[in-house]
Every structure is written in C-alpha cells, then in structure tokens.
C-alpha cells in the first residue's frame, strides 16, 4: 500500500490551500484518514481526522478554516485550508490506517509529506 500525497506549495497569508492523498494497493478498506502537520522545530501533529465518512475531529488551530472530506471510491482524502497564516507553515503528512488483502488486517500508513508555505 502506498500513500501519496499532494497540493502542497508557497500561499500568502489569508490565502487557501487543498492537499490531496490517495491510496493505492491492495486496500480491503480505509476505516480512518486524517491529516498531521509538523512545523519547524516542532512535534508532528494531528490536523484532522475522518473516520468512515462522518466521524470528523479537528485541532483547535483548524476549526473553522479548514475542511477534511473523503472520496471512498478513489481511496482520497483532501483537506481544504482557508484563511491560512505563517503558522500553518508546516510538512503536511497523511496517515491512513488500512484494511489490507487478503485477510483485512488493520495497519498504519504514512505518506512522504508534503510542504506547505505560507508567507506573511
């Protein structure tokens, strides 16, 4: 299974951003993906999360700005970030937890991350 994310880049402040992150392999099913974020000398941390399709948890700092939504039939996730300022500047990684063939056991996958910039 892989996970890849994508959309990431340089945005000024009050501007928006959408990450994208797809899975691919050989996925039974993704019970939960969610978005982390790790700032620059800072601790990875979680963004939001969504379980099936409407269980949604959001950080403190993205109530309100941002937007996690799901596609099942292309194993997707996204997260929609608006109003945007510096100290959403971070590596965005996504995390699936996956049903893997054959058997359906539930393990963890990360993606690579991807950087997102946002000037002042």
């Known amino acids: 299974v892989h996970v890849v994310e994508s959309g990431g880049g340089l945005v000024e402040a009050g501007g928006s951003l959408r990450l994208s992150c797809a899975a691919s392999?050989?996925?039974?099913?993704?019970?939960?993906m969610a978005w982390y974020r790790q700032g620059p000398g800072k601790e990875r941390e979680l963004v939001a999360r969504i379980v099936s399709d409407h269980i949604i948890f959001y950080s403190d700092s993205a109530e309100g700005r941002f937007t996690i939504s799901r596609d099942n039939a292309r194993n997707t996730v996204y997260l929609q970030m608006d109003s945007l300022a510096p100290e959403d500047t971070a590596v965005y990684y996504c995390?699936?937890?996956?049903?893997?063939?054959?058997?359906?056991?539930?393990?963890?996958?990360w993606g690579q991350g991807t950087q997102v910039t946002v000037s002042s």
């Open positions: 995390y699936a937890i996956v049903n893997v063939q054959p058997l359906g056991k539930p393990t963890e996958f």
């Open positions: 392999g050989d996925i039974l099913s993704i019970p939960t």
